[in-house]
């Protein structure tokens, strides 16, 4: 089986509302982050482990695996999937 982890999440900034994409860690967690617009450190809330769980759009890969809502592809679907890429990929080829 196949699973899906989100590895983008953009990151408001507590202190000015800035938000910036980034690409997170697939084997660690983000303690400190600093804005790229006001400078501002920010380190996660209180029961979170990085700044992604707290302040991102997506949670870090190690609280997505921890979740109950992460998403298992089942054999077949990801089979599927790769064969339409691979149809699609074809077809630009050719």
């Known amino acids: 089986m196949k699973l899906h982890l989100n590895t983008e999440s953009t ?8 938000s910036e ?3 997170m860690p697939l084997d660690a967690c983000v303690y400190l982050y600093e804005c790229t ?4 450190l920010m380190t ?3 029961g979170d482990c ?7 759009t997506h949670p870090c ?5 921890d979740s109950r809502s992460y998403r298992v592809i089942p054999k077949q679907e990801n ?3 790769e064969s339409s890429h691979y149809e699609t ?6």
Do not use: D, V, W, Y
């Open 11 to 18: 990151i408001t900034c507590s202190s000015c509302g800035h």
């Open 21 to 23: 994409n980034e690409t």
């Open 37 to 40: 617009s006001c400078k501002n």
């Open 44 to 46: 996660p809330q209180s």
């Open 50 to 56: 990085c700044i992604f769980c707290s302040r991102g």
């Open 61 to 65: 890969p190690t609280s997505q695996r």
């Open 79 to 81: 089979a599927a999937l």
């Open 89 to 94: 990929n074809r077809s630009l080829a050719g």
